[in-house]
């Protein structure tokens, strides 16, 4: 059914809410979601949080900028963005990304074809305010009209009548926050606009000009990565804490006697994890001990101040703390003399060290730095370790983390892993390259105010469910336990709340686990399964 349709100017009128946010017209799921009776109901924004924050572009929060209390505020927001919007087409303030923005800004044919290919928009029922392009339509008409010689003069002829007023710019904030920056849209597009880095850009917008971020992504990310050492708030001393008390774990569950290398100079590898992994699913960290001293490698641990979180939230909004961040991790590696950083289970870390620290990190302290993947795909192809297939007797299929697969490249290392240690692997459709984002992408995976969790995991997520429920329509029954693999923390996050919104373990046995873990399950030597599976 094609939603009503909504024009990038309406985003001006106040009030209103733009859409209505139904499960009854989202994307149907498939057996035994089809007859949509397990679907919650969508939770509603109560009155005063309406009355404190402007709600009216869908009714879901996730930046939430407070409404101003005089027109002077309302003006002063509306000047700042303009400021904002007029430094970010600028050479000298926009060093990371001005080309492929103006590019995309200027090009777009509006032949729709990007539509299709957005999990959200299609997932929403098509709702048009998701359309890939729309926010970026919004962006343009107010560029073209308030930037540019004569643009207000001639706004009514040239198609760019918009009214900026500060319902514009609250909204624009939360349409930020719409899209998993998955670019799934720029893939599709024929002439290479990219939608998901205007979203990007504009999100840098109300970060570095306006100090406008959800905090979950900026105060209790970025910053306390910076100030504490890791976005989790888990600092040094607990870390180490944490370690022993997972080595003494490592022993109950295998009987192995392993201790986690920490601060070895001059080891050829300093592995670094998401340091969510530690706290919520430590059996990866463990996994990845087991592993490299099984395969006998030379490895590290640090336990330096940001050392030991692999995360940059600053990829998802802002350039500045991405920089402190990336700059930092090379220079704790360039301090230990280590010869390359190897990047754990986590798909954004992946990118943000890979390829975009490469804007940044000059001469003096680069260094090389790996996917974890590529690394396991040698272990375990090399017949490195010992593994016995049968022990993974159970279907699984493959989450593609969209950073690392779609924007890095990293498709084939874990699925030639994962086709020698799962004998009923099966991919979800499509796949690779071509995949859909968890829902949890840019930030949605942590992000938890008011009823954005809910947004996320029945919009943002629906078509990753879709897929994962299709891969396994032929096992569906709750009594065949079956594996969904993510090597991805945030994308981990994402699934453990899908499936929990859904109940998709009680109702159709799915779980979800990273691939290490995996691996583990599959050694010979390690007697008891390593994998745990939820209980009934
Ligand atoms: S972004 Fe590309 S695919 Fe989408 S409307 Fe513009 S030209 Fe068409
Ligand atoms: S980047 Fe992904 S979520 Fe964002 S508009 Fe494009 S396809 Fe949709």
């Not at 620290?357 to 680069?366: G, H, K, L, V, Y």
Request: charged share 25%; aromatic share 8%; proline share 5%.
């Amino acid at each position: 059914m094609k939603a009503e349709k909504i024009n990038p100017k309406d985003i001006s009128r106040p009030s209103e809410q733009m859409v209505e946010l139904n499960p009854a017209d989202f994307m149907k799921l498939p057996y035994p979601y089809d007859k949509g009776e397990d679907e919650p109901a969508f939770k509603r924004l109560k009155e005063d949080q309406k009355k404190k924050y402007e709600t009216s572009l869908d009714g879901v929060l996730a930046v939430g900028i407070p409404r101003p209390a005089t027109k002077g505020e309302e003006d002063e927001l509306v000047r700042k963005f303009l400021s904002g919007l007029e430094k970010l087409l600028t050479k000298e303030n926009n060093w990371t990304f001005l080309q492929p923005l103006t590019l995309s800004l200027e090009y777009c044919a509006k032949c729709q074809t990007c539509n299709d290919a957005c999990p959200i928009y299609i997932s929403s029922g098509k709702k048009d305010i998701y359309r890939p392009t729309y926010r970026s339509e919004v962006l343009r008409m107010i560029a073209n009209k308030y930037l540019k010689k004569s643009g207000k003069l001639l706004a009514k002829f040239t198609g760019n009548d918009i009214e900026l007023n500060w319902t514009t710019v609250a909204k624009l904030a939360e349409l930020a926050y719409r899209c998993t920056l998955c670019r799934r849209c720029a893939q599709t597009c024929p002439i290479g606009v990219d939608n998901g880095l205007i979203t990007h850009e504009l999100r840098k917008i109300f970060s570095q000009e306006m100090g406008i971020a959800p905090g979950e992504i900026h105060t209790l990310g970025s910053v306390q990565h910076l100030k504490k050492g890791s976005s989790t708030g888990l600092m040094p001393v607990a870390l180490k804490d944490t370690l022993e008390f997972l080595e003494d774990d490592i022993k109950e569950r295998t009987g192995l006697d392993i201790k986690f290398p920490l601060d070895k100079e001059g080891a050829d590898i300093l592995l670094i994890h998401n340091a969510g992994e530690y706290l919520s699913w430590p059996e990866n960290p463990m996994a990845f001990a087991i592993i490299f001293e099984a395969a006998g490698l030379n490895w590290t641990l640090s336990t330096d101040l940001l050392g030991y979180d692999a995360v940059n939230y600053g990829l998802w909004y802002d350039d500045v703390q991405f920089a402190r961040v990336a700059v930092r991790h090379a220079q704790i590696a360039k301090k230990l003399g280590v010869k390359k950083i190897v990047i754990g289970e986590c798909g954004h870390a992946h990118k943000a060290i890979s390829v975009i620290a490469d804007r940044i990190i000059n001469e003096e302290i680069n260094i090389p730095r790996e996917s974890s993947m590529t690394l396991l795909e040698d272990l375990v192809c090399s017949g490195k370790l010992n593994l016995d297939p049968k022990k993974n007797a159970f279907p699984v299929t493959l989450h593609d983390p969209c950073n690392m697969v779609r924007l890095m490249g990293v498709v084939e290392p874990q699925r030639k892993i994962i086709r020698k240690i799962c004998p009923q692997f099966r991919e979800m459709e499509p796949h690779g390259v071509r995949n859909y984002c968890c829902g949890g992408g840019s930030g949605f995976a942590i992000m938890s105010s008011m009823n954005f969790p809910n947004w996320r995991s029945s919009v943002s997520g629906r078509m990753k469910f879709k897929q994962i429920l299709e891969a396994f329509q032929d096992v569906i029954d709750p009594s065949i336990k079956k594996m969904v693999c993510a090597p991805c923390s945030n994308c981990k996050g994402a699934l453990r709340e899908i499936f929990n919104y859904y109940n998709a373990w009680e109702k159709c046995g799915i779980s979800y686990t990273g691939l290490v873990e995996l691996i583990v399950n599959a050694m010979v030597d390690i007697k008891e399964p390593y994998i745990e599976w939820p209980i009934m």
